[in-house]
């Protein structure tokens, strides 16, 4: 199965290591076969999406990062920029085809919400971060060990052991101001996601706002943009007339990316087409977290506005119980690849414990009126 990244496996491997530079565990896919691949050769005719209505001023490098009428929730009045309305409707969530925590195909209706067209960047991060003063869980030394977050490091080969594990790095020092740890930074990067973001940083932020994270649901029929039941969000070809459609990784994982799609590590966001529903990267670039606790699989019954959420994780950093604590990440990144982690479609799930950040998740947030 998937695993997650934990503080208790960092915690360990740092205590192993005796030094910043530890051993993380695998986030991304520990998985030995790729149930998925038949995905990636089926031939059917890719549908077109729906039109995404009003299209905005361009993204991608000629972006400045902030949504036009950005700023803090006022009075109980949300902020609505960015947004992008999605209308209520019922779609089948989940894939036969993927890996099987993706299973079982069901059924789920979802009511009106709004959510960003584009995933959090460096520049709304920021402007939360100046506005509150939010010091994120990255950036906080802890109990368990000293300020730090995991950085993806390729590593120099891949031996038979444990070798999954051998590019995730504990830096201390990394946090979203500095993705690669002390001495990098996000200057000229106010387009690009934010990243290093543990859940407690996203439901901050959306809170600011006064929005919400998505859940797993909303996030994924979102993510469809009205092609119910296709591999991925634009259709049922992987890469249209050869054409990349999101930030992933190409080439020899985790050796080598070829940058095919023109981009390692993050890219601004909106270089890739919109979905039908006119939303950007909502595939690859960086997961992004949702409001739901993880389970291993889907129930078979349908559902209506489904949130497995029995208590926020907030609060519960030492408590222990890591089964609260995990919640579902979507959408795959810049990280996912053929050869090892297919998981740049909608209906792809990954546990990631909330209080653990990574240079690959980033967050989206809803507004639910
Ligand atoms: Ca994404």
Redesign the pocket.
């Known amino acids: 199965m998937a695993l997650p990244i934990t503080k208790t496996s960092l915690a360990w491997a740092s205590s192993r290591a005796g030094k910043a530079r530890v051993l993380a565990l695998l986030l991304a896919g520990a998985i030995a076969t790729d149930p998925a691949a038949s995905m990636a050769d089926q031939a059917a005719a890719s549908p077109s999406p729906a039109g995404p209505g009003p299209q905005p001023a361009a993204l991608c490098e000629d972006y400045r990062g902030l949504p036009d009428g950005f700023g803090p929730g006022r009075a109980g009045q949300p902020n609505r920029a960015g947004l992008v309305r999605i209308g209520g409707g019922t779609f089948l969530m989940g894939s036969d085809q993927g890996y099987r925590e993706e299973r079982e195909v069901h059924r789920v209706s979802v009511a009106a919400f709004s959510i960003d067209r584009h995933?959090v960047t460096n520049a709304q991060f920021a402007a939360f971060v100046r506005a509150t003063g939010h010091v994120t869980v990255a950036e906080r030394r802890s109990a368990s060990g000293p300020a730090g977050s995991a950085v993806f490091v390729p590593p120099r080969a891949v031996g038979p052991a444990d070798a999954a594990y051998r590019w995730w790095v504990w830096v201390s020092g990394a946090d979203w101001r500095h993705p690669s740890g002390p001495g990098s930074s996000i200057a000229g990067k106010d387009n690009h996601?934010v990243v290093h973001i543990a859940y407690e940083d996203a439901m901050a932020y959306a809170e600011w706002l006064g929005r919400s994270l998505p859940t797993e649901a909303q996030w994924e029929y979102a993510a469809r943009g009205g092609l119910d039941g296709a591999a991925y969000a634009w259709g049922n070809v992987p890469r249209p007339n050869g054409r990349e459609m999101?930030?992933t990784w190409q080439g020899r994982f985790p050796q080598f990316d070829s940058k095919a799609d023109g981009h390692a590590g993050t890219a601004p966001v909106g270089c890739f087409p919109p979905n039908g529903y006119g939303l950007y990267?909502?595939?690859?670039?960086?997961?992004?977290w949702t409001a739901d606790v993880y389970r291993p699989s889907h129930a078979p019954e349908p559902v209506v506005n489904p949130l497995i959420a029995t208590r926020e994780p907030r609060s519960l950093p030492g408590d222990g119980n890591a089964a609260d604590m995990v919640r579902v990440i979507?959408?795959?990144?810049f990280l996912c690849a053929p050869d090892f982690c297919i998981r740049y479609r909608p209906a792809s799930r990954q546990p990631q414990e909330a209080i653990v950040s990574t240079i690959h998740v980033?967050f989206?947030t809803v507004l639910n009126r």
């Open positions: 995933e996601p999101a930030n990267d909502t595939i690859g670039n960086v997961w992004e979507k959408g795959g990144s980033g989206r």
